[in-house]
């Protein structure tokens, strides 16, 4: 049966690996991410009482989510995942091991971030 599953008889791919220590990280950024954008409707609903066009609230969404999403990563995540490679190092200069090592610390990240997951 495995011949028929796997097709060349092979065994399956171990799962990906990931660093637990960033799951709580994960769950962090969540509901901070949701309070940014929270408040780039908020500014977007400014921006239709103050009597601007509905293209331009938008854009004032866009906008704010844009600049807040950005600065909670740089805020929350950054500090953490630079910790492997630092965040204005070349990639030529990144190790395989540190490169690993931020893989395993994103999959972590990313379990954090889906409430479905425990």
Do not use: C
Not at 6 to 12: A, E, F, L, M, R
């Amino acid at each position: 049966m495995h011949t028929w599953l796997w097709g060349d008889g092979s065994k399956p791919a171990p799962p990906p690996v990931l660093d637990v220590r960033f799951i709580p990280l994960g769950k962090t950024y969540l509901p901070e991410l949701s309070r940014v954008y929270a408040a780039a409707w908020n500014e977007g609903a400014k921006a239709l009482e103050s009597g601007q066009p509905v293209t331009a609230a938008l854009k004032s969404v866009g906008q704010s989510w844009d600049s807040g999403q950005v600065q909670l990563f740089d805020r929350l995540v950054t500090p953490e995942f630079s910790k492997f490679v630092a965040e204005n190092q070349p990639e030529a200069e990144a190790k395989p091991t540190d490169l690993a090592a931020l893989a395993r610390a994103s999959r972590g990240f990313a379990v954090g971030l889906n409430p479905s997951k425990k």
